[in-house]
């Protein structure tokens, strides 16, 4: 194997890498409102909205399955660069049918038609996400590159955005601006390529043996963003706008966090992958426990403090007529951790032992439960009733999963250090009710003041408990 970074090391890369995608839209997107107004920006939404479905047709299930086929012969360079070819010629083949059908959808459709140029510039991100192969270099376990890449693209972009974004006329500015600084990478990623697969003569390609894995990593994909974006659509239509806007404000802080968790997920794929392929179970299962630890460890001491300050945040975030939402958010701050560990069981576990059909069998699963529930509690609750088909949601897709990998949650569960967590926990919830009920802050103030106590004491506990993810951490040692 060839020599790779720490995990902690690649999450904080990855980590790092997410958080940047948060930051910059919403250091440009102040200004550009102010310059486009509503009709400017809502049209470039549409048009990265539109083309993003394209983009899934393009890029199959190819995102996630490269990640594992090209991780598990990276120690084979001649393998690694046939594999390469192949699925990047996959997605060509899937680029070109994808602009064939996003341009009869933007010739015939008038609403399309009349924004042509718009839309044709946000298709650029097709081309860039199927040349990008961003698996590749995941596989390969180059974060930093990866990591340094993207947000110089993203600082650069930071800088044509205020030179080329004046007037209410330069829409389509805007729109090159932003797939640029979102993909332009990709440009990059492929010339560096040559490095990867370099001039092996790998004979013919076997484009076959990747199809039923591609196409079952689509669905995949297909199903979670239809089960993202179900709660959204069903208040819209069976209440009003109004509950979407609460909903909104909720789920706010659940996709931050969730995000964080997931990134250790994108992060262990490759590294997991490479041990199936070796049969070290042994590191497999110890990875995995360490992964269990972590979220463990870092989701529900985040579920806790943010359902206790919930109406402080929805406050500070979206401002008091949205405090309606504050219940909503608290329903839904359990699904990180249920998230968080489906995330290990799903990505981390099934995809790497190729079941990623289970995957698809308790997403699927998942969606119609919510749909149903969606359909009982929101004529009645609205947002909330969202929150809770959402809940219940996530918990059967962990429960499906878990069913299925019961014998190695078992054998896991005794290395997973509970008892630290409780002992951390207890005083710093103790101490986190004294400082919120014995002084009187503005929510802002309230906020840091019980973050900083909070998490203090609880970093402190496990630090003396000397739990085994942080004493790692603090002794600059590699996790496996």
């Known amino acids: 194997m060839k020599k790779c970074n720490s995990i902690v090391f690649n999450f904080m890369m990855n980590f790092f890498l997410t958080l940047s995608s948060i930051v910059f839209p919403l250091i440009t997107f102040p200004y550009v409102s102010r310059i486009l107004g509503p009709s400017g920006t809502g049209a470039v939404a549409m048009g990265i909205s539109l ?60 609403s399309f038609r009349s924004s042509f140029s718009l839309y044709s510039i946000c298709s650029i991100a097709i081309f860039l996400n199927v040349i990008g192969v961003n698996w590749v270099y995941q596989a390969l376990e180059d974060y930093s590159y990866i990591t340094s890449i993207s947000v110089l693209f993203k600082i650069i972009g930071l800088f044509l955005m205020f030179m080329f974004v004046k007037t209410k006329n330069d829409v389509n500015s805007y729109a090159l601006v932003t797939v640029f600084s979102s993909f332009g990478a990709g440009i990059f990623n492929f010339i560096r390529l040559r490095n990867v697969v370099g001039n092996y003569n790998v004979g ?3 484009l076959k043996r990747h199809m039923f894995p591609i196409f079952t990593f689509f669905a995949m994909s297909i199903a979670t963003t239809i089960y993202t974006n179900l ?18 404000a909720a789920t706010k802080i659940k996709m931050v966090l969730s995000t964080l968790v997931s990134s250790l997920g994108q992060v262990l794929l490759p590294r997991l992958s490479y041990y199936v392929e070796q049969d070290n179970k042994e590191c497999f299962n110890r990875l995995i426990s360490k992964a269990f630890s972590f979220v463990l460890l870092f989701s529900i001491p985040c579920a806790i403090f943010f359902s206790y300050y919930a109406k402080e945040v929805i406050n ?14 608290v329903i839904l ?5 249920l998230i968080g560990f489906s995330n290990i069981t799903g990505i981390q576990v099934l995809v790497p032992t190729g ?63 509970f008892k630290n967590l409780l002992i951390s926990l207890l005083p710093a919830l103790i101490l986190l009710n004294y400082v919120k009920t ?38 600059k040692d590699k996790i496996i």
């Open 355 to 417: 079941r990623e059909n289970i995957v698809l069998k308790s997403v699927s699963i998942g969606a119609i439960i919510d749909f149903v529930l969606n359909c009982i509690f929101i004529p009645y609750y609205g947002s909330n009733g969202a929150a809770i088909g959402t809940l219940v949601a996530e918990f059967s897709v962990l429960i499906i999963q878990f069913w299925y990998l019961r014998k190695l949650v078992l054998d896991i569960v005794p290395s997973i250090e």
């Open 51 to 110: 083309t993003s479905y394209f983009t899934m047709v393009a890029m199959l299930g190819i995102p996630t399955y490269g990640i594992r086929a090209c991780a598990m012969v990276r120690d084979n360079p001649e393998k690694l660069a046939s594999t390469v070819r192949e699925l990047l010629l996959i997605n060509l083949i899937m680029g070109l049918i994808a602009y064939i059908l996003f341009y009869i959808i933007i010739i015939f459709v008038p």
């Open 333 to 337: 701050m359990p699904t990180i951790v």
């Open 231 to 248: 709660d959204n659509v069903m208040l819209g239509v069976i209440r009003n706008s109004t509950e979407v806007g609460y909903y909104n």
């Open 316 to 329: 500070i975030l979206s401002g008091p007529e949205y405090l309606s939402a504050s219940f909503t958010m």
């Open 438 to 475: 014995s002084f009187s802050y503005t929510d802002f103030i309230g906020l840091i003041a019980g973050a900083l106590v909070f998490f203090g004491v609880y970093t402190l506990g496990l630090i003396i408990t000397k739990e085994e993810i942080i004493t790692s951490v603090l002794r």
């Open 204 to 206: 013919d390609l076997n």
